[in-house]
């Protein structure tokens, strides 16, 4: 019997970790992609709207696992979920992280069902 996947939103600022959007989602698809913990470390720098340009740390995320090249598809999507895709004004909207690291984890899956990850 195949062991599903967690998804990502039950990593986001668990404790004693207190991992961000962005290493939520990286930590949720850490056996699929053997990411070493090292790495997902690496991206505590990418929450709280410090992603390149202000973008949700999430997005910047999900590119990664799949591949980079497709942060303008990202882009797009959450701006037609949330209405933006920066942190800043995510927040200011009143929009939650964990909605944020749901939508990435989403697409991340759908696009890895289709094989079309970095794996």
């Known amino acids: 019997m195949k062991k ?21 989602l990286l930590k949720g698809f850490q056996n699929e992609f053997a990411i070493p913990d090292e790495e997902i470390e690496r991206f505590r720098a990418l929450g709280g709207g410090r992603a390149e340009g ?42 939650a992280c964990i909605d944020c690291v749901r939508l990435a984890d989403k697409l991340v899956e759908d696009e890895r069902v289709k094989g079309e990850c970095r794996k």
């Open 54 to 95: 202000g973008v949700c740390g999430a997005l910047c995320g999900a590119d990664y696992l799949l591949g980079g090249g497709h942060r303008a598809e990202l882009e797009l999507a959450f701006t037609q979920a949330f209405g933006t895709c920066y942190c800043r004004e995510l927040k200011r909207n009143k929009v």
């Open 4 to 24: 599903e996947r967690v998804l990502s939103e039950i990593y986001l600022h668990r404790k004693p970790e207190n991992w961000n959007c962005a290493q939520s």
